[in-house]
């Protein structure tokens, strides 16, 4: 089993920055792309940036030019820097890893895990 972990949410004032953490637990082998997701109360969960293995980014048009996301496979570790935060950012922001993973009882597999989210919550 693999577990997600977030870390670094807290309360930042319009402007500010904050460094999410999600580190990742149990036998993971090669998570081929993880992604930051983000839910707003009322909202539908939106896909917020993922990183593949190579290195390759996407990120979505609200958060294009402030925030960073970059992974350290050594540490098993994803990371979001959030630099100009608005108030639009308020969210629980939530982890995902997919790709390749390794079980004695399952052999290799391919799995989608999630984190337990870390609440951001940026004030006017």
């Known amino acids: 089993q693999v577990q997600l972990v977030e870390s670094g949410g807290g309360l930042v004032q319009a402007g500010g920055s904050l460094r999410l953490s999600c580190a990742a637990s149990g036998s993971p082998f090669d998570m081929n792309t993880m992604c930051w997701y983000r839910q707003a109360p009322g909202k539908q969960r939106e896909l917020v940036t993922s990183i593949r293995r190579d290195g390759r980014t996407n990120y979505a048009d609200s958060v294009k030019g402030r925030f960073t996301v970059s992974r350290d496979d050594a540490k098993n570790t994803l990371y979001l820097q959030m630099n100009s935060l608005k108030p639009e950012d308020t969210a629980v922001y939530y982890c995902?890893?997919?790709?390749?993973?390794?079980?004695?009882?399952?052999?290799?597999?391919?799995?989608?895990?999630w984190g337990q989210g870390t609440q951001v919550t940026v004030t006017s």
């Open positions: 995902n890893a997919a790709g390749t993973f390794w079980d004695r009882g399952r052999g290799y597999y391919q799995g989608d895990y």
